[in-house]
């Protein structure tokens, strides 16, 4: 069974920088295709970020194109996710997910895609 632990979350000023890492366990991270979604409060949880199993598609939100990146490490089990310039529109709960895709070298933007989720780890941004 597939079990992702994110962390690096934080409280930080308007204009900082976080880098966030989630590391899966139970299985090798070359087989899933990844993203990051987040929840504000009173919000519903929204597509952040995803790469493809192979590293090779990424796809970024609107709302955090140029100043977030996703990228991962096979060989740590880890993916990460690279904020800068962080907003207070930013702060939420930071969720990672993972999808078997072992026939396929593409991202997934949709939540009902994933099949396992981590805990979450708070981003709060104060202006």
């Known amino acids: 069974q597939v079990q992702l632990v994110e962390s690096g979350g934080g409280f930080v000023q308007a204009g900082d920088s976080l880098r966030l890492s989630c590391k899966l366990s139970?299985?090798?991270?070359?087989?899933?295709?990844l993203g990051w979604f987040r929840q504000a409060p009173g919000k519903e949880r929204d597509f952040v970020a995803a790469?493809?199993?192979?590293?090779?598609?990424?796809s970024t939100s609107d709302s955090v194109k140029d100043r977030f990146t996703i990228s991962r490490a096979n060989a740590e089990n880890t993916v990460f996710l690279q904020m800068n310039n962080l907003n207070p529109d930013d702060t939420a709960v930071y969720y990672c997910?993972?999808?078997?895709?072992?026939?396929?070298?593409?991202?997934?933007?949709?939540?009902?895609?994933?099949?396992?989720w981590g805990q979450g780890t708070q981003v709060t941004v104060s202006s």
């Open positions: 139970g299985r090798t991270l070359n087989q899933y295709a």
């Open positions: 997910a993972a999808k078997y895709a072992r026939l396929h070298d593409r991202y997934y933007s949709t939540m009902g895609d994933y099949e396992s």
């Open positions: 790469i493809s199993r192979r590293g090779w598609h990424t």
